[in-house]
């Protein structure tokens, strides 16, 4: 390691520790350094990593002191870093990285006789961890709002809900609320939005504009159009089950039972240890409501669970979720353009047209 | 041949045990590649991360290791090790950064391009920007070759502290979340469901894999990091029936390769990365005849 530059002269009011002291300045670097890459971590924008590494290596070469290399990394990471953690808030981003800039270039001035790198580097860490927190708490505020006002014994509600991508909505003008229990079907056409719109309330894709509520976003379970493994890759029925219970914790008795019990329910209890690729298509389908059920949902999305199909697969597909609705006090959504499905299980139907959804009853959907 | 080679163990020992746990933490990285069917990402970024090193050497940040080696033709340009030498941490920074960086570009993938061709892309200006960074320096074409064919034997003690820290943290991360990685690997909408953040963990994910080629290729060269991570996760492929198995597989075997390929190198006097890599590319036809016959 190269040589640190010669400490600063004491301070001298002797007694009360300042930067100036050695150990004092490294605590400073190390405190902002920590804090501005732990923000930086947890916002986990991948290029400012990259950035740090270089920025770091560079500030080595060209500063010979550690002290202005660090302040160069860390200045490098921390004022993306900073805009990035207002993610949430772009307006204020701007303004509040420039007020930090010039905060940091005050606090200089006015403590002019103390190393500058090191004031720098620790005020700067503290302002970005500030940034962060106070996005978090501001999120939250908003989610609070949102959840908040809804009404008992509802489970998932839709306000004002925009559905679309990169900012341009497909569908708008979305309002419904769906209780505890009931089984919800959005039909629609080819391109009608019927994906968007499930991923939406899924929570995998954010509204365009508006707010969906759910009233327990952990115990959600999804049911993908179809199981799409690469070819060569092997794993068994009983491992992609098991899939379905990632993050949750659990012990290895109880993951083995809740896979046991899911695969029994959808009557793929005897080719737990049969490879994937040997199943047939309706398997398939139900294996992957058996990975969902693994995860004892409160809510069950399906993304149009017969459209890879045929008459036989889905009829037996339908069977299957008539016995789950039998068994089980679950509340389903389920995006699909099978009518004769909906009829069947449905207790209510969102018909998706032109750009718009409307929330009606079953009768509503024979109609059309 | 076994007590030959714990002879020499005072000699290469450091060596050996640094290579070991390379392949170890490698090979378990590299199931997540194979799962994934992408396994030529692992030469992008290996590619991308001797791009780093050379651009490191470009930018003279090894000029002082540059300097030594023209007192002693037989020393390793990498000998100072982690000693703390601002230039060797420049150089595994900016290898690192490299790595992560083309990782990171390599998922932007999907509306105007598949992941594939910036795959390739990654790998193919990496290669040419590599050799043409350090065409025209005192030692530049050889430190490239070096680079891509390094023989492990100069591997210090600080690159065997890291190597552990790696193989341990690659057990860990997997150990902890192999669950939600499999998921992410096979479903990313169900995962993001399930409520991971699909984002943080692929970063996470390719954010180590970057790490851990820096410091292989500066230990041990591209054709053994890109070996240890590929190769043994495609035999565990053949011959596991389940992503969790294979986990535990393709380091045993990765681990296998390489102790039998460092024994025959110093047998027969063989580079023992070049051994090692022919060994486990010989075990992948192996497992596929053994999976032929297993049925």
């Known amino acids: 390691m190269k040589p640190r530059a010669p400490a600063v002269p004491a301070s001298p009011r002797e007694g009360i520790p300042s930067p100036s002291h050695p150990d004092m300045r490294a605590w400073l670097d190390a405190a902002g350094a920590c804090l501005s890459l732990a923000c930086a971590v947890h916002c986990l924008a991948l ?62 001035r006015a403590f002019h006789g103390l190393p500058q790198a090191h004031l720098w580097t620790a005020a700067g860490g503290l302002g970005l961890a500030a940034a962060h927190l106070a996005n978090r708490r501001l999120c939250r505020t908003c989610r609070a709002c949102q959840t908040g006002t809804m009404s008992p014994g509802i489970c998932l509600e839709a306000r004002d809900l925009a559905a679309g991508y990169f900012g341009r909505a497909v569908l708008s003008g979305v309002n419904f609320s769906i209780g505890a229990g009931e089984w919800w079907f959005l039909l629609g056409e080819n391109g009608s939005g019927k994906t ?27 049911v993908p159009q179809q199981l799409e493994l690469p070819p060569a890759l092997r794993t068994t029925v009983r491992e992609y089950a098991g899939l379905g219970l990632a993050g949750l914790r659990l012990g290895r008795g109880e993951a ?31 294996l992957l409501l058996a990975r969902a059920l693994a995860r004892r949902p409160s ?38 353009h099978d009518r004769a499905l909906a009829r069947r299980l449905g207790t209510h139907t969102v018909r998706l047209e032109n750009g718009r959804a409307v929330a009606g009853s079953l009768d509503t959907a024979s109609a059309h | 041949m076994f007590t030959e080679f714990l002879e020499a163990w005072t000699l290469f020992g450091d060596a050996w045990l640094t290579g070991w746990l390379l392949a170890a933490g490698l090979g378990a990285c590299g199931v997540l590649l194979a799962a994934r069917d ?91 920007g590599a050799v043409l960074l350090l065409a025209h320096g005192p030692h530049g074409l050889e430190e490239v070759k070096r680079l891509h064919a390094s023989t492990l034997l100069a591997a210090t003690g600080a690159d065997l502290a890291w190597s552990a820290l790696f193989a341990l943290g690659s057990a860990a991360l997997l150990a902890g979340g192999w669950r939600k990685l499999l998921l992410l690997t096979v479903d990313p909408e169900m995962a993001a469901a399930a409520g991971l953040n699909v984002a943080r963990w692929n970063a996470l994910m390719l954010a180590w894999l970057g790490l851990g080629l820096a410091l292989s290729i500066r230990c041990a060269g591209t054709l053994y990091a890109f070996g240890c991570l590929a190769l043994p996760a495609l035999a565990a492929r053949q011959l596991c029936r389940e992503l969790g198995a294979m986990l535990a ?15 025959l190198a110093h047998r027969f006097d063989l580079p023992p990365a070049h051994a090692t890599v022919g060994l486990l590319a010989a075990c992948l036809p192996a497992a596929c005849l053994a999976r032929r016959l297993l049925r």
């Open chain 1, 47 to 108: 290029p400012l990593l990259a950035l740090a590494f270089p920025l770091l290596g560079l500030g080595f070469l060209l500063c010979e002191e550690v002290e202005w290399a660090l302040l160069l990394g860390v200045a490098g990471v921390a004022l993306p870093g900073f805009c990035i953690g207002f993610r949430a808030h772009r307006r204020a981003a701007l303004p509040l990285a420039a007020a930090g800039a010039l905060g940091l270039l005050l606090l200089g």
């Open chain 1, 196 to 222: 968007t719109l499930l991923r939406t309330l899924l929570g995998t894709l954010p509204p365009v504009r508006g707010t969906v509520a759910c009233a327990e976003p952990a115990a959600r379970g999804y």
């Open chain 1, 256 to 286: 083995r039972a809740r896979v046991a019990e899911a695969l029994a329910r959808t009557g793929l209890a005897a080719q737990a240890r049969m490879e994937v690729a040997e199943l047939s298509g309706g398997q398939r389908q139900r």
């Open chain 1, 299 to 336: 809510v069950l999305f399906l993304d149009e669970p017969t459209s890879a199909l045929d008459a036989r697969g889905a009829e037996d597909l339908a069977d299957e979720l008539a016995r789950l609705r039998g068994t089980a006090t679950l509340t389903l959504v389920c995006s699909t």
């Open chain 2, 38 to 128: 992408q396994v030529f990402l692992g030469a992008a970024v290996a590619q991308a991360t001797a791009l780093g090193l050379a651009a490191a050497l470009a930018l003279g940040g090894l000029a002082a290791a540059g300097a030594s080696e023209t007192q002693d033709p037989h020393a390793h340009p990498h000998a100072h090790g982690m000693s703390g030498e601002p230039d060797e941490r420049f150089a595994l920074a900016l290898a690192a950064a490299f790595g992560v960086g083309g990782a990171w570009l390599t998922t932007l993938g999907g509306r105007k391009e598949s992941r594939e061709a910036l795959t390739a892309w990654v790998f193919l200006a990496s290669s040419a």
């Open chain 2, 249 to 263: 597989v393709a380091p045993l075997l990765a681990l296998g390769a390489a102790g039998a390929g460092f024994m």
